[in-house]
């Protein structure tokens, strides 16, 4: 995606395609009914629209919609006023804003593995979704039908092209790491 320096009206569906399913199954994390947690983020994305809010980077888009996704959740679960310790916990982890930060980042890394993995030419994504899944490099030759060294070599390939994607999440960890520092 490429930087965000107009506003995010301008750029609403690119956005919304980007991270509405990762930001659903964050809500998710939170609230059980997948309806409300689609509801939340669709009203995040109304906000974005109606307020036309502007972000110098990717980066504070992000922690943007992860925030008012969060922020969201934890209003839903004190309207509720849900005394149960099953909600009470929920609670406790809306405010960590230390597990905030390493839920983000994990969020992240999922998104970008699989939209990576999608951009993979069809034999390496067929491979490295097997790999995934914990399927051994033998067992993965077989189930596709070519060679034990084909997958071996089609595997480190992918790798070689994931680890080079992967390049622009460093400075999204750094960016989390040095925010965590500074206000702790």
Known sequence: MSHINTSAKNNLKEVFDTYYEALVLYANRFLSLKDECEDIVQDIFADLWEKDLTFPDDLSLKVYLYKSTRNKCYNIIKHNKVKDLYSANYIQLLEDDNLFLKQILEEEIVRQLNSIIEILPKRKKEIIKLSLRGIKNKEISE?????????KTLKSQSYKILREEFKELKTIINFLLFKKKKYS
């Open 143 to 151: 189930i596709i039908g070519i060679k034990l060294q084909t997958v």
